[in-house]
């Protein structure tokens, strides 16, 4: 998918989805011709003697849909969202730029391993080694 860009008739949003459905409201999405991103990223997992390599939603219970004008019915008809985020234009704008950063960082990870750090919390300093 190339960049991620405000259309004529349409808006981006969030749609929030029940638990751990997030990989089955994509396929619904890509089914009903609907454009949507499921940031997604990759987990090594060692059991016994193999590794086996996952991939989980980057934001868990989150779908980002492009909903074109008059089609919110058809979205929430699928099963697995529970709601559609209300969005403005200011905030669809700020969405849009942060879907595409998204993308870049996904894009990277595919060439090295990057390693999330959820302990980080804002304001605190860090040191980053390469």
């Known amino acids: ?7 004529e008739g ?9 638990p751990r ?3 089955q409201v994509a396929k619904q999405c890509s089914n009903l011709n609907i454009e949507h991103y499921l940031p997604l990223r990759k987990r090594n997992q060692r059991y016994q003697r193999r590794t086996v390599t996952t ?9 980002f849909v492009e909903v074109p004008e008059g089609e919110e019915l058809r979205l929430r008809r699928i099963e697995r969202i529970v709601q559609l985020l209300p ?8 969405l849009i730029e942060d879907l595409n950063n998204i993308k870049q960082l996904e894009e990277a990870e595919l060439e ?8 980080l919390v804002p304001g605190q ?5 390469s």
């Not at 969005?87 to 700020?94: G, L, Y």
Request: glycine letters at 2%; a neutral charge.
């Open 1 to 7: 998918m190339a960049a991620f860009e405000k259309r």
């Open 10 to 18: 349409s808006y981006w949003t969030a749609a929030h989805t029940k």
């Open 21 to 23: 459905c997030e990989k």
């Open 55 to 63: 991939y989980l939603p980057m934001f868990p219970g989150y779908v």
């Open 87 to 94: 969005v403005n234009a200011v905030c669809e704008a700020r």
């Open 112 to 119: 090295q391993e990057i390693v999330v750090q959820p302990e």
């Open 125 to 129: 300093p860090v040191n980053i080694c």
